[in-house]
């Protein structure tokens, strides 16, 4: 399909491990988030890209969460030694641009034992 | 307050309408969102409105806007089992960069 495509859609690894989750937006799309969703609770911002400028970090909660975007399309969300209180569900979303509606893949729900 | 604020859960029966109330936090706001997320999926695109305008109605949507107050409101015509769902109303601050999101109302359809 056309749509914001995530990988994997799950993931489950031990405490400590590091993890990758993938983000494939809507193709022509500049802009992308990430977003993380913990159980029952809404959206809480991480990381915005926009075209070639610097990326919004202000949302990330410590040093060990890392984003890339290469090529300005594929974004990379990278979580080092993971801790149990990361397990939520990560979803990514691109938009045309700054102001226009977002669109949302499907979420990485990541399970840290 | 900083946060966008939804009541937690709304029981509607199936035919009736539900009214889904959202409060928000920036004046300067210029597009407000509705979304839905179904079990295990992200959220979808409802719709949105901008805000220079008091009503958009999308069929069985309506949405209702008071700047003064900074409240907004998505209407269910009918509302459906298949409506059941949770819903987050957002705005955007920050120069357009940053969307904030409600922390969503469940919506229950009984039968």
């Known amino acids: 399909g056309a749509g914001v495509s995530q990988s994997p859609s799950n993931k489950v690894t031990e405490k400590g491990k590091d993890v990758e989750l993938r983000c494939d937006p809507i193709s022509g799309h500049t802009a992308l988030y990430w977003y993380r969703q913990s159980l029952g609770q809404g959206l809480e911002f991480l990381i915005y890209?926009?075209?070639?400028?610097?990326?919004?970090k202000s949302g990330l909660p410590s040093d060990r969460f890392s984003a890339e975007r290469t090529g300005g399309s594929v974004s990379t969300l990278t979580i080092q030694r993971t801790q149990q209180e990361d397990s939520a569900v990560y979803l990514c979303a691109s938009s045309q641009g700054p102001n226009q509606p977002q669109h949302f893949g499907d979420g990485t729900r990541l399970s840290i034992l | 307050g900083e946060d966008v604020e939804q009541s937690l859960f709304l029981s509607v029966r199936e035919g009736d309408s539900s009214v889904i109330n959202c409060t928000y936090t920036?004046?300067?706001?210029?597009?407000l969102y509705w979304y839905k997320q179904e079990p295990g999926a992200g959220l979808q695109l409802l719709t949105y409105i901008f805000s220079n305008m008091d009503m958009k109605q999308d069929q069985r949507l309506t949405v209702l806007l008071n700047k003064k107050d900074k409240h907004l409101s998505l209407r269910i015509a009918d509302t459906q089992t298949g409506d059941s769902a949770i819903y987050f109303c957002a705005e955007i601050r920050d120069n357009f960069n940053k969307f904030y999101f409600g922390s969503g109302t469940k919506l229950n359809v009984k039968p």
């Open positions: 920036d004046s300067s706001s210029t597009y």
């Open positions: 890209f926009q075209g070639n400028s610097a990326p919004d």
